[in-house]
Structure formats: structure tokens, C-alpha cells
């Protein structure tokens, strides 16, 4: 699972050196990615599959369905929690599932 700014850019990047080019499986669309991933990562983390990565072993409808339900409770609530970490703000950012 990975977010950017620039889908297009952020794939021709990933796939330059790889034989086989890395298809997203799902991608989602949001104006505040960073508020998104910090639900997707708190309630994803009993399917995290590599300690200290953004891993995950878990069918591909229940990260479907996570996505979209924090993607749906942050436009219902507009809740905005504080961290302490860099927001990325401005434009459309993606968040993209890929099979390993």
C-alpha cells in the first residue's frame, strides 16, 4: 500500500528498473491523504505482514472496504487529529494497493 501526489509519475518511477511492471489493484483518490492513511494504518496493523512495513496480508475487499470507510468517516466528521509529522496539503494525493 502506497500514497503520492502524481499516480502516473510515482508508477513510471517504480516500474523503471522492475521486469515486470507493478499494476494497482485499487487506487483511491482524496484532497486529505494524510488524515486517510493514519485511520487505514491504525486499524489495518492486524494485517500488517512485515514489521516496520506498509505490508499487508489481508484480502483485497477488506482493504477495499477500510479505505473507503476512513476515506467516508474523515468526509462525514471532517476530524482533523493532530500529529506530529509533516502534512502534505493542496490537490489530490492516491492511495494504491498492489499484489505482492
Known sequence: MGKTK???QRLKQYNGDKKDNIIPLYVYETDDIDEIERCIKHYAKKYQYRKYK???KADINT??????DCG????????????????QTGGN?????FRD
Open 72 to 87: 467516508e468517516f474523515n468526509e462525514k466528521t471532517n476530524l482533523k487529529i493532530k500529529w506530529k509529522s509533516n502534512k
Open 63 to 68: 482493504l477495499k472496504d477500510l479505505i473507503n
Open 93 to 97: 494525493h492516491y492511495i494504491a494497493i
Open 54 to 56: 506498509e505490508v499487508y
Open 6 to 8: 502524481n499516480l502516473k
